[in-house]
C-alpha cells in the first residue's frame, strides 16, 4: 500500500499504484504554473486530486468559516480550475496526458452537504470546461469528468482509496 | 403567550403523535402524507377560535372541510369504531376536541377547555399553498353566501388581507420590515373596490399582472401593515416555496426570520432544500428555530424527531433526494472514462 499525506490529510493506494505527489519540490515550476497535490495513474485513466482542509488542526475558526462562504459561493472555483489546466499542461507537455483525467476535489469540510457537493460538481463540469463550445463538442475533451467531495463522500465513492485524517 | 405543545390521538394522518413546538420558528419536513399542513390546520383552528369565539370542532371541520361536512371522517381511518382526538397547548392552556368517527356534525364532537382557551385571544393567519388575494374580488361574498367546496383557510386569508392598516405610525421594527418588502416588491399593495393593487411608479398594477412571488411579499406587506402580523401573532404558512423563483427565498426566509425576532411564532412546512439551506445560513444565534421531520416508521406510522439544527434534521427528506442526486451525479463521472 502506498500512502501519501497532504497536510492532516492521508490517502492510501493499493500497492502498484502508480501514484505520485505532483506540488511538491520536483515540480520546478511552481513560479508560474498551479499544481493538483496527486496524479495517479490507475491504468485505463489518470486520476488529479487535490486536497482542500480548512477543518485542520490550528486553522481559525473564521478562516474556516471564511473558506466555507467562499467555497459555496464558487470564489475557490477559479482556483480549481487553474490547478486542474496546469496539471494538465504540464502532463501534457512531460508527454503523459495520454489517457483520459478524472479530476477530483476533497474538500475536507464534515458539514458539507449532498446538495453543497452536487451544486458545486456541477460548477466544476462548466469552469473547466469538460465539453467545448456548444456548437462544436471537443473529440479530445482533456478532462472527461470531475466532482467535488468531502471525505466521507469520497469514502463511499472510493472505496479502493480511502483518505482518512491524521490523528 | 405561544402555542406549546400539540397532541394528535387516531386523527388523520396520525395515531399518537406529540410535538413539543418552539416558540420561534417551527420547520415542518417530511414526504407528502405525514401531516404537515393537517397538523398546522389544528394549531389555526386553535387560534382562530379566540377571535371568533366559534366552537373548536366547527372550526375544525371548516378548514379541514371532510366530504358531507361529516367531522368523523377526521379521525383515522380503521375498520372497527374508534375516537379520534387533537389537542393544542398554550403552556398550562389545552383546548382538546374529540369525536367517534361516525360522528357527522361538529355538534357531535366532544370539546373541552375553550373557555379558558378562548379567555386570551391570540392573533393568527393561515397562508396556504394556493395564492388567494389575485381571486379576492367576490370571493368573500360568494364563500358568506353560497356552499362553495373551500377550505375556510381561503376566506380567512382573504378577511386577515382586507383588514384596514393600522393607526398611527409603524414602530421601528414594523418599520424596516415594510421598507424592507416595500423594497422587494418595489411598491405597495392597495385595495380599490376589494381588488388588489401593487402601486408604484409605473401606476397600479393589479395582482392578476404580477408574478406568484411578489404577489406572496405583497401578501406579507398587507398583513404586516394592517397588524395582523405583530408581536404575540402566529403565523402559519404552508409551503412558501410554491410558484416561487429560488432567487427571492432568501429575501422571504430574511423577513420570516425577523418576523420571528419581533415576536411571532412561525409554522412553515416545506419540501424545499434552498428554504431550508435559506433558514440556517440566515440565522444568529438569537433566533430559535425547531425542525420537526415527520416520517413513516417501519410500521407506516408518522412519527416525528425534532432537531434545533438543520444538519441534525433526521431522517432529512429534502436532503436525501439531493444526496440520491449526487450519487448518482458522482456515479455518472466515475464511470466516464472507464474500460
Known amino acids: 500500500m502506498t500512502v501519501f499525506t497532504e497536510g492532516n490529510l492521508r490517502i492510501s493506494f493499493p500497492s502498484g499504484t502508480n501514484a505520485r505527489i505532483f506540488d511538491d519540490a520536483s515540480h520546478g515550476l511552481s513560479h508560474c504554473m498551479k499544481a493538483v497535490d496527486f496524479v495517479v495513474d490507475i491504468g485505463h485513466q489518470y486520476l488529479f486530486i487535490e486536497f482542500k482542509d480548512p477543518d485542520a488542526p490550528g486553522v481559525p475558526e473564521n478562516r474556516r468559516e471564511e473558506y466555507l462562504k467562499d467555497f459555496l459561493a464558487g470564489r475557490i472555483d477559479k482556483d480549481l480550475k487553474y490547478k486542474c489546466r496546469d496539471t494538465f499542461l504540464y502532463e501534457w507537455a512531460s508527454g503523459r496526458a495520454d489517457k483520459p483525467i478524472n479530476y477530483y476535489v476533497i474538500i475536507a469540510i464534515d458539514t458539507l452537504t449532498p446538495a453543497d457537493l452536487l451544486v458545486r460538481t456541477d460548477a466544476l463540469k462548466k469552469n473547466i470546461p469538460l465539453r467545448g463550445p456548444r456548437n462544436a463538442g471537443w473529440t479530445r475533451p482533456f478532462v472527461s469528468g470531475c466532482a467535488v467531495f468531502n471525505i466521507a463522500a469520497w469514502n463511499k465513492h472510493q472505496r479502493r482509496y480511502p483518505v482518512s485524517r491524521i490523528q | 403567550m405561544s402555542l406549546t405543545k400539540l397532541e394528535f390521538e387516531r386523527f388523520t394522518a396520525f395515531d399518537k403523535l406529540t410535538l413539543e413546538l418552539s416558540p420561534g420558528i417551527n420547520v415542518f419536513i417530511g414526504a407528502n402524507g405525514t401531516g404537515k399542513t393537517h397538523l398546522m390546520k389544528v394549531a389555526y383552528a386553535a387560534c382562530d377560535v379566540t377571535k371568533t369565539k366559534m366552537n373548536f370542532a366547527e372550526k375544525l371541520n371548516r378548514v379541514f372541510l371532510p366530504s358531507g361536512r361529516s367531522i368523523g371522517r377526521l379521525a383515522k381511518r380503521n375498520k372497527v369504531s374508534t375516537t379520534g382526538a387533537a389537542a393544542v397547548y398554550r403552556d398550562d392552556l389545552k383546548i382538546r376536541v374529540s369525536f367517534s368517527n361516525r360522528a357527522e356534525t361538529p355538534e357531535s364532537a366532544k370539546v373541552t377547555g375553550q373557555p379558558d382557551w378562548l379567555a386570551k385571544p391570540i392573533e393568527s393567519v393561515f397562508i396556504p399553498v394556493k395564492e388567494m388575494l389575485s381571486n379576492g374580488p367576490g370571493f368573500r361574498s360568494l364563500y358568506a353566501q353560497r356552499e362553495i367546496h373551500f377550505e375556510e383557510i381561503y376566506a380567512d386569508i382573504l378577511d386577515r388581507a382586507y383588514r384596514p392598516p393600522l393607526r398611527g405610525p409603524a414602530d421601528k421594527g414594523r418599520k424596516k420590515l415594510l421598507e424592507q418588502l416595500q423594497k422587494a416588491i418595489d411598491g405597495k ?57 429560488p432567487k427571492m427565498f432568501g429575501a422571504l426566509m430574511q423577513i420570516m426570520l425577523d418576523l420571528q425576532s419581533a415576536g411571532v411564532q412561525i409554522f412553515v412546512a416545506t419540501h424545499d432544500y434552498v428554504v431550508l439551506k435559506e433558514l440556517d445560513l440566515r440565522r444568529e444565534n438569537h433566533h430559535e428555530i425547531a425542525y420537526h421531520s415527520l416520517f413513516h416508521d417501519d410500521h407506516g406510522v408518522v412519527q416525528c424527531k425534532r432537531a434545533s439544527q438543520f444538519l441534525d434534521i433526521d431522517p432529512n427528506a429534502i436532503a436525501q433526494a439531493f444526496s440520491d442526486l449526487y450519487d448518482r451525479e458522482v456515479n455518472r463521472t466515475l464511470g466516464s472514462g472507464a474500460q
Open chain 2, 189 to 245: 399593495v392597495i385595495v380599490s373596490n376589494e381588488e388588489f393593487f401593487l402601486k408604484n411608479k409605473q401606476g397600479n398594477l393589479e395582482f392578476t399582472l404580477l408574478a406568484e412571488g411578489i404577489r406572496k411579499l405583497g401578501l406579507l406587506w398587507t398583513l404586516i401593515q394592517n397588524g395582523t402580523l405583530l408581536d404575540g401573532s402566529v403565523l402559519f404558512w404552508d409551503e412558501p416555496e410554491t410558484n416561487l423563483n
